[in-house]
């Protein structure tokens, strides 16, 4: 049986579920109780869940993890995916505040059993040198494996891991097994990168894939087109069936998230939120 024949299990991230609440604009709290927003998941289809920590964080001054995790299993949602860790290559007080966040995100991830946490670079503008990086990214992975999960780096045009060659350098120089990439299909389409650039990475390379659709063109700055006008799949016009052909040819069988950011789908209930993004992803996915 080839990848492409396989069942594909597709993950909701936080956003796609998290109601009106948008990534780096305030509290990012979703204002639907976990328990709506798994059930609405678990119903539409999705086998796995995503959390960010700061929400998970509220969640847990009503429910422990020993709670949680039974409802993600009422739910049939096998899979857990806890996001974003910031600054982990940094020093100061950057790192001081990344450094509360990791704890709290390993140790969420080994009481849920997540199956990654999503890390980015930096999104200020800044770079730094590749050998900080590289030690910085090791050290988070040994962490990450104490705690029994992964560490996928998501490239983010802007950032300092940008595309996949940078990327690329971190997770090779690292050296750690349970480190890789993590590759959305906005972030190749707006980066520019070519998905035959994709086609060619080392198996085992890619730890997470993440759909969603798009105009060709973006609108406006690139932070502002990636928070408001994301379309779910087969709605714009990227090739997905380019990008996932590219993806199967390095091996992968992981998981695939849907991320769908808009002002649009922040509107709907989350039942009808779960439905869209499951059924329009599904779709794409079994016609590969």
């Known amino acids: 049986m080839t990848p492409a024949q396989t069942h594909k299990v597709i993950l909701a991230t936080y956003f796609t579920l998290a109601g009106n609440v948008r990534p780096l604009a305030g509290s990012i709290v979703s204002p639907v109780p976990f328990p709506a927003r798994?059930?609405?998941?678990?119903?539409?289809?999705?086998?796995?869940?995503?959390?960010?920590?700061?929400?998970?964080?509220?969640?847990?001054?009503?429910?422990?993890?020993?709670?949680?995790?039974?409802?993600?299993?009422?739910?049939?949602?096998?899979?857990v995916e806890i996001e974003v860790l910031l600054d982990w290559f940094c020093n100061g007080e950057r790192r001081r505040v990344s450094?509360?966040?990791?704890?709290?995100?390993?140790?969420?991830?080994?009481?849920?059993?997540?199956?990654?946490?999503?890390?980015?670079?930096?999104?200020?503008?800044?770079?730094?040198?590749?050998?900080?990086?590289?030690?910085?990214?090791?050290?988070?992975?040994?962490?990450?494996?104490?705690?029994?999960?992964?560490?996928?780096?998501?490239?983010?045009?802007?950032?300092?891991?940008?595309?996949l060659g940078a990327g690329l350098a971190i997770v090779q120089g690292a050296g750690r097994d349970n480190g890789g990439l993590l590759l959305d299909i906005w972030h190749m389409v707006r980066g520019g990168i070519p998905f035959e650039e994709i086609a060619g990475l080392p198996p085992g390379s890619i730890i997470h894939v993440e759909l969603d659709d798009a105009a060709a063109v973006g609108t406006g700055p690139i932070l502002e087109d990636t928070i408001e006008r994301r379309r779910l799949c087969g709605q714009g016009d990227f090739d997905i069936p380019g990008f996932l052909r590219s993806v199967a040819r390095t091996g992968y069988e992981g998981l695939y998230g849907v991320e769908i950011l808009s002002d649009e789908h922040r509107a709907l209930d989350v039942e009808e939120a779960a439905r869209r993004a499951y059924e329009s992803t599904r779709t794409c996915l079994d016609r590969l």
């Not at 798994?38 to 998970?56: I, M």
């Not at 966040?101 to 990654?116: C, D, K, Q, Y």
């Not at 990214?137 to 983010?156: K, N, P, S, W, Y």
């Open 38 to 79: 798994a059930a609405a998941a678990g119903g539409a289809g999705f086998e796995g869940f995503g959390f960010a920590q700061e929400d998970l964080d509220h969640v847990l001054t009503g429910l422990s993890y020993r709670e949680i995790g039974t409802i993600l299993a009422d739910n049939n949602l096998r899979h």
């Open 99 to 163: 450094d509360a966040t990791r704890r709290a995100m390993l140790t969420s991830a080994e009481r849920l059993g997540a199956s990654h946490i999503k890390v980015c670079g930096d999104i200020t503008g800044a770079n730094w040198p590749l050998e900080v990086v590289i030690e910085s990214f090791a050290q988070l992975c040994d962490q990450a494996r104490d705690a029994g999960t992964r560490v996928g780096i998501e490239l983010f045009p802007g950032s300092s891991i940008a595309d």
